[in-house]
């Protein structure tokens, strides 16, 4: 079973940054595909950005060029760098993590970005 702790978040103004952690912990555990996903009010959880144990990442197009994904293998560990906030960006961020195949969830956190 993986446990996931997540870090960051909170209010900022429209321009501002914040940086998400997420670190994954359990026994016997092998995470391949960390990401984060987010939900605003009224809407469906998406996909925000993931990253694979080799790298690769993948974005949502709102987001490109103003977020960035990295993670720290040793660490079982993945970050969230979000540059240029904007209110749209306001929701509840969720990390996930895939071990032997299975997704599991951290809690949420909220960002608030204020215009």
């Known amino acids: 079973q993986v446990r996931l702790v997540v870090s960051g978040g909170g209010l900022v103004q429209a321009g501002g940054s914040l940086r998400l952690s997420c670190a994954a912990s359990?026994?016997?555990?092998?995470?391949?595909?960390m990401g984060w996903y987010r939900q605003a009010p009224g809407k469906q959880r998406a996909l925000v950005a993931r990253?694979?144990?080799?790298?690769?990442?993948d974005y949502a197009e709102s987001v490109k060029g103003r977020f960035t994904i990295s993670r720290d293998n040793a660490k079982n560990t993945v970050y969230l760098q979000m540059n240029s906030l904007k209110s749209e960006d306001t929701a509840v961020y969720y990390c996930?993590?895939?071990?032997w195949g299975s997704g599991s969830w951290g809690q949420g956190t909220q960002v608030t970005v204020s215009s």
């Open positions: 996930n993590a895939e071990s």
């Open positions: 359990g026994s016997r555990i092998n995470i391949n595909r």
């Open positions: 990253i694979t144990s080799g790298g690769t990442t």
